[in-house]
Structure formats: C-alpha cells, structure tokens
C-alpha cells in the first residue's frame, strides 16, 4: 500500500435511511488481495487490500442487496480478482470490466457468462496513459454487441473534448460521479450547466450521482455536493444510479463514512419513489435486465 493511501473506514455507522428492498450498490470495487490477484505493474497507485468478503459484509450491514463491481486502474485489463468477486456473489453482483482493445472474442464470452456487462473508459489523466480514441471505439462496437454498456470516468474541464465522442457512443453510456464538477462554482456554474446539457441532448448517457467524499471542499456531511446530485436526480430520474465507490481509492482529505455516504441518498432523492428508482429500478434495468422485466 503507498504510504500516503487512506484504508477504508474499519467500522462504518449503520445507516439511519433504510434502503428499498432489492437496492443496488451500483459502484464498488475489490482489490486483491494482492498475494493471490497481484496488481497491475503499470498501475498509477497501489491500494490496500479489499476483499469480496469484505464487501459482501459491508454490502449487508449497509441495507443493500446487489453490487455492481468496476474494475480499478490498479489491476489494469487483468480482471481476475473482478471475476472472482462476481462468481462467488451468486448471482448478486454484476461487473464492469476494463479490456485490452486486442481481447478476444472467446475472452469477452467468458466474461459475460461470469456477469460483466459493461466496460470502462478511463480518461483521468493522473490515473491513465491516454488511449487513441479509435481504440475505444472499436471496443465499444463490440461490447455494444454483447449488450454491455459503457461507463466513462473523467473530470468536468475534459467534457468538452468529450461530448461529440460520448454523443456517438453505440451504447448505453454511464458517467462516474456526476462528471467531476468543481462543486466550488456551484450548481448553476456553467460548468455543470454543460453537463447538464450533454444529459439533456443525449438519453442514452446515465450518471452515477456518487462520491460525495471526492467532490466535497467542505467534507462531512457533504452539504456542498447534494444539491448537484439531487438536481440530476430530478432532471434525469429514470438514467440515475448510486454506489458507494468502496473502498474509496485515493482518498486523500479524510476517511469516509459509508453509513454516512448512505445518509446522504434521502437528501439527493427526497421520496420513496426517487428512491426506488436511483436504487432499484435503474440499475436492476441496466445490471439485470431479464429479472427487471419480469
């Protein structure tokens, strides 16, 4: 683990706000451990470990029921700590990998049958070496033929080079924590009016409404954050998910609370029926489509 890394929280509040039955953790991670699932040697950070049993724990303790697990930058393409994950949850989790652009066809079969069903696009610059955006292209195209979705990671003053490249994804697109907004300029900044407008002009681009703990100048409990999530949540209620983004790489300001994190989904989405959707019907639609359509 580096020597300025912040493990997760050992001993988490249990939440005041009682999730909805069948809620999803629609993004968390696993790390290792890493004497079995070594980490990537062209990784940016090495992590402490974070096991599937621990998550399961935390799952359970927080009031949820499912997880959908995003591959980290630590462990590259190598996603065998994520299938390891994905096959012991039994049937509870789903994943989101993270491919070589030569992969397969074999190897994208294998990872959808273990619950993949989406890849990710990092583009945070202190996290990735850039990739020539054809690359990404031609993986999409071929996820796009698995039905898997597309979940993109970058931060707000990177979104206009990105909004003609999102706008032709052939796919569902999710974008991590809201974008990145400097919280700093507020709502109404042009900022995120700009995101705002690439949700608004294209439905097929969903948002993880997550990570307060990043975003926030202020911290706990997150006052300067909410108001962008809940404004997403009622522009965009049915392309809305949540995760918890356990254990919170790269956390560098303080250790979050994930009961508290839990604390802050009524103040994003304010009623039952918000909340059912952000927690529930949204990622049940994308992760597990064939129950949801039941």
Not at 25 to 47: L, M, N, Q, S
Not at 240 to 259: A, C, E, F, I, R
């Amino acid at each position: 683990m580096d020597p300025d890394y912040l493990p997760f929280h050992p001993n988490p509040k249990r939440p005041d706000f009682v999730p909805p039955a069948g809620a999803v953790d629609a993004h968390c991670h696993v790390f290792g451990p890493g004497a079995v699932f070594p980490y990537h040697p062209a990784r940016k950070y090495t992590p402490c470990d974070a096991s599937k049993e621990q998550l399961f724990a935390l799952r359970d303790h927080l009031g949820f029921s499912r997880n959908v697990i995003v591959q980290a930058t630590c462990h590259g393409p190598d996603n065998a700590a994520l299938v390891d994950a994905l096959e012991a949850s039994g049937g509870t989790a789903r994943g989101v990998a993270v491919v070589a652009h030569d992969i397969s066809d074999d190897d994208l079969q294998a990872l959808h049958a273990a619950g993949v069903r989406g890849v990710r696009f990092n583009f945070v610059k202190r996290l990735v070496d850039a990739t020539p955006r054809e690359m990404f292209q031609r993986t999409a195209q071929r996820v796009a033929g698995l039905g898997w979705h597309i979940v993109v990671y970058f931060e707000a003053p990177d979104l206009p080079d990105l909004v003609d490249f999102l706008a032709g994804m052939p796919a569902t697109v999710v974008v991590d924590h809201m974008g990145r907004p400097d919280v700093s300029k507020g709502v109404d900044s042009a900022e995120f009016q700009r995101f705002l407008t690439l949700m608004e002009d294209n439905h097929h681009i969903w948002v993880k409404v997550s990570c307060p703990e990043r975003l926030t100048v202020a911290g706990p409990p997150y006052d300067d954050v909410v108001p962008f999530a809940r404004r997403l949540v009622e522009r965009f209620p049915s392309r809305v998910l949540w995760g918890t983004d356990w254990p919170h790489p790269n956390m560098k300001s303080h250790v979050p609370d994930d009961g508290q994190l839990v604390d802050t989904i009524p103040r994003i989405a304010v009623d039952a029926a918000a909340q059912r959707a952000l927690l529930v019907d949204n990622p049940m639609r994308l992760y597990w489509p064939e129950e949801a359509a039941r």
